[in-house]
């Protein structure tokens, strides 16, 4: 069974860098196909895609906010990370990690969420 | 950037209704598709992956379809526990998601 659990600051002031863990099991980040994506939700809307990382160690990042997101892995650990630099008001949201797996027949799904961890941006 | 537009974004339906969600995309994405299932106060939950396939443990009565740039999910009979916001994403160049539909009983 897959399981994901976030973890992160809850509130940080704007300009910061907001670090956020992914911490998982039931699947490793070693093996072919297999990734971590971060997507968020402002309360009350909709989702939005910002990165994933695979087994393999490549990265892709949402290219509106390309510049701003780097995200990482403990293979040993079982942990994903992912850091979001100058946050303003706007970065207010649940954020989520979600099991991500590339599977033969060119699918990707986003088959196990986490629980969601609340930030606020706030002065 | 590919933009998804769900429609329409709240839909009332009775126990037992056919229900159909509408989701087009801005340019062709080739059945690479997903729809997902988020209940109030839950995390997403994975339904039907490349256009029409049923995830593992989702009931029969949800079904995919589409081509090119416009997709469906359809309830074949609407339960009391279907009501949730229902979302559309592509992954044929990174990943979008639409806007959602939100489902509720009339």
């Known amino acids: 069974q897959v399981t994901l659990k976030e973890s992160g600051p809850g509130i940080l002031q704007p300009s910061h860098t907001l670090s956020l863990t992914c911490s998982f099991s039931g699947f490793s980040l070693s093996t072919y196909g297999m990734g971590v994506s971060w997507i968020r939700q402002p309360s009350g809307k909709g989702l939005e895609w910002l990165a994933s990382i695979w087994w393999n160690g490549n990265t892709y990042n949402n290219p509106s906010l390309k510049s701003r997101l780097t995200v990482s892995k403990d293979t040993s650990n079982n942990q994903a990370f992912l850091k979001v630099t100058s946050v303003d008001t706007a970065d207010t949201a649940t954020y989520y990690c979600a099991h991500t797996g590339y599977y033969s027949g060119n699918y990707y799904v986003m088959d196990a969420w986490g629980q969601g961890a609340s930030v606020t941006v706030s002065s | 950037d590919i933009q998804m537009t769900q429609s329409p974004s709240l839909l009332s339906a009775s126990v037992g209704d056919r229900v159909t969600l509408s989701c087009k995309a801005s340019q062709n994405i080739y059945k690479y598709l997903n729809w997902y299932q988020q209940k109030l106060g839950e995390a997403p939950k994975l339904l039907i992956y490349?256009?029409?396939s049923l995830q593992t443990g989702i009931p029969s009565r949800f079904s995919g379809s589409g081509s090119g740039t416009d997709y469906t999910l359809t309830i074949s009979s609407l339960q009391p526990e279907d009501v949730a916001t229902y979302f559309c994403?592509?992954?044929?160049?990174?990943?979008?998601f639409g806007g959602g539909t939100k489902l509720e009983l009339k």
């Open positions: 994403q592509q992954y044929n160049s990174w990943w979008t």
């Open positions: 490349y256009t029409n």
